[in-house]
């Protein structure tokens, strides 16, 4: 594709594509609403595991930011991906545990980058 081309399709693409931030916002929030409780106490959860894991002398800090942080942060998106299914559970939020490898290797990759 020559570069004006590019360009032409670019232009057309833009001139249909419509973000609507704030009915993102509120969908986002509305979902957060069906499992409130859930989300804060996983949000108290992942506070106490990090502290913990911050008083470990340089293995901590290391082990938290390349497994603790992705591992938790996948569980996250993982279970607001079931909660929208409606099919919600509170083990959801540590299944990023599951794809440990491949969310360390991202992390390597991201922290290279």
């Known amino acids: 594709m020559t570069e004006q081309k590019a360009i032409d399709h670019l232009d057309r693409a833009l001139a ?3 973000f ?4 993102y916002i509120s969908y986002g929030f509305d979902l957060w609403k069906k499992e409130a409780g859930a989300y804060i106490g996983f949000g108290i959860i992942y506070m106490i595991i990090s ?23 996948a569980g996250a998106y993982y279970f607001s991906h079931k909660t929208f299914k409606n099919k919600p559970d509170f083990a959801n939020f540590f299944s990023g545990f599951e794809k440990i490898g491949p969310l360390i ?7 290279l980058v």
């Not at 609507?20 to 009915?23: A, E, N, T």
């Open 20 to 23: 609507k931030f704030g009915q």
């Open 16 to 18: 249909k594509s419509q």
């Open 51 to 73: 502290l913990f894991a911050s008083f470990i002398p340089i293995v901590g800090p290391l082990g938290s930011n390349l497994i603790l942080v992705p591992c938790l942060t």
């Open 105 to 111: 290797i991202v992390t390597l990759l991201q922290y």
